[in-house]
C-alpha cells in the first residue's frame, strides 16, 4: 500500500471512502455533503488529507488540520480522521497513514500533533502509544455544542 497527498482530482474518489467513515460512526450516508465539507477542507490550505492506495483502490486516509499555539507561538496540527476500509485493516495502513502525518508534521515544523479518542478504543490507544504518543493526564476537554 502507498500512502500519498490528497489532490483535487483524488476527492470524488475519497469522498466514497469518507461517506463510508461518516457512516461507521453513525452519520446517515449523504454523499453530496461529504464531497463539498472534503472540498472545503481541501481548498482552505489549513487541512492536509493523505490516502492510502492499492492499486487503483481508495484504502483509508488521514484528516490533519492545522492548529496554533498562542503560548509557543507555532503551529501543531490536530488528528482529527483516520479510517481504514474494514477490508484493508489489519494490513499496517493506519500506521503508514499516521508514520506520514508525523514525518509530514516534523518537516512543517509543527509543534506536535494532538488527536481524542474514545476511552473505550483501547486498539487505537494501544497503536498511538507505540508510535510515541503521550495520553494526557493533565488537561480535561470540555465542548460547548452549537448544534
Not at 453513525?26 to 461529504?34: E, H, K, V, Y
Not at 499496517?92 to 514525518?103: E, F, H, R
Amino acid at each position: 500500500m502507498i500512502v500519498r497527498r490528497a489532490k483535487a482530482q483524488d476527492l470524488p474518489k475519497l469522498n466514497i471512502l469518507f461517506d463510508e467513515y461518516r457512516q461507521f460512526y453513525g452519520a446517515s450516508s449523504q454523499l453530496a455533503l461529504s464531497l463539498s465539507f472534503l472540498e472545503q477542507r481541501f481548498r482552505d490550505n489549513q487541512t492536509v488529507i493523505f490516502i492510502n492506495t492499492k492499486d487503483d483502490l481508495f484504502t483509508g486516509f488521514i484528516l490533519l488540520y492545522m492548529g496554533f499555539s498562542s503560548v509557543a507561538c507555532s503551529t501543531y496540527y490536530i488528528l482529527d480522521d483516520v479510517y481504514v476500509s474494514p477490508a484493508f485493516r489489519r494490513q499496517g495502513a493506519a500506521k503508514q497513514l499516521i508514520d506520514t502525518a508525523i514525518l509530514f508534521a516534523k518537516n512543517e515544523n509543527a509543534l506536535r500533533i494532538s488527536l481524542e479518542t474514545q476511552k473505550n478504543n483501547e486498539k487505537s490507544h494501544r497503536l498511538y502509544e507505540s508510535m510515541g504518543f503521550i495520553k494526557d493526564d493533565e488537561f480535561q476537554t470540555y465542548h460547548c455544542f452549537l448544534k
